[in-house]
């Protein structure tokens, strides 16, 4: 079974501190993705990753940065955390364009 | 841009019943995948089905099935036999080859014992 896994399901944070989350997925897929989930808005794609240190903005990628230094691990940053990041951020990987997306269990991250 | 739109934010139906979950989207893609995509509270999100545009048999997946008319940009999902089990946010989802995975906003299912 493939298994993507996230650092933390529940984080608070303070207004302007650095955030890490990181997902790692154990099935050598070659893409990878962090998503924002808000009530009425369904998943916002922040930005993807389709090799090491490869890395696309989607749609929502201001206030956000991300990193892939190895295949199986993609890295989320929020470089000064603002109350409207307030969020459920969900990681996934998929073997290439067009397969399933595994999607990780969340981190609801508040920020105060 | 594509876009996928649920126009149905909450559904409920009966145990053992069966419920329809609409979906349409917008592409001037003739080869893409849609997907419908199922989270139960406080778990991971999960694939239900998949379906590729260029098959004109619908996917299904034991209780599960697709109507999926292409031409009117269409993809609903069919759960029969309802079970307290298929409470959940079930997405649908469009992607296109080498594009992202596009999602649209939820329906809530709430089965009724």
């Known amino acids: 079974d493939v298994k993507v896994t996230q650092s933390s399901r529940y984080l608070v944070k303070r207004t302007g501190e650095k955030v890490f989350l990181e997902c790692v997925q154990d099935?050598?897929?070659?893409?990878m993705f962090w998503y924002r989930q808000d009530p009425g808005l369904g998943l916002r794609l922040i930005y993807f990753?389709?090799?090491?240190?490869?890395?696309e903005k989607g749609d929502i990628p201001e206030g956000y940065s991300v990193s892939r230094e190895k295949k199986e691990r993609f890295s989320l940053i929020l470089e000064s955390a603002s109350t409207n990041q307030t969020s459920m951020y969900l990681c996934?990987?998929?073997?290439?364009?067009?397969?399933?997306?595994?999607f990780g269990p969340g981190t609801r991250l508040t920020v105060l | 841009a594509q876009t996928v739109t649920q126009s149905q934010p909450e559904m409920s139906v009966q145990e053992a019943e069966t419920v329809t979950l609409s979906c349409t989207y917008d592409?001037?893609?003739?080869?893409?995948?849609l997907f419908w995509y199922k989270q139960p509270p406080s778990r991971q999100m999960i694939l239900v089905i998949r379906?590729?545009?260029?098959?004109?048999q619908n996917a299904t997946e034991n209780r599960f099935s697709v109507n999926f008319q292409k031409a009117a940009k269409s993809f609903s999902l069919k759960i029969s036999d309802s079970q307290l089990g298929d409470a959940a946010m079930y997405f649908c989802?469009?992607?296109?080859?080498?594009?992202?995975?596009?999602f649209g906003q939820g329906t809530r299912l709430t089965i009724n014992p």
């Open positions: 996934a990987s998929s073997f290439t364009w067009g397969y399933t997306q595994y």
């Open positions: 099935m050598d897929h070659e893409n």
């Open positions: 990753s389709y090799d090491v240190k490869m890395k």
């Open positions: 592409t001037s893609e003739s080869d893409y995948y």
């Open positions: 379906q590729e545009a260029y098959k004109q």
């Open positions: 989802a469009y992607s296109s080859p080498a594009q992202k995975l596009v």
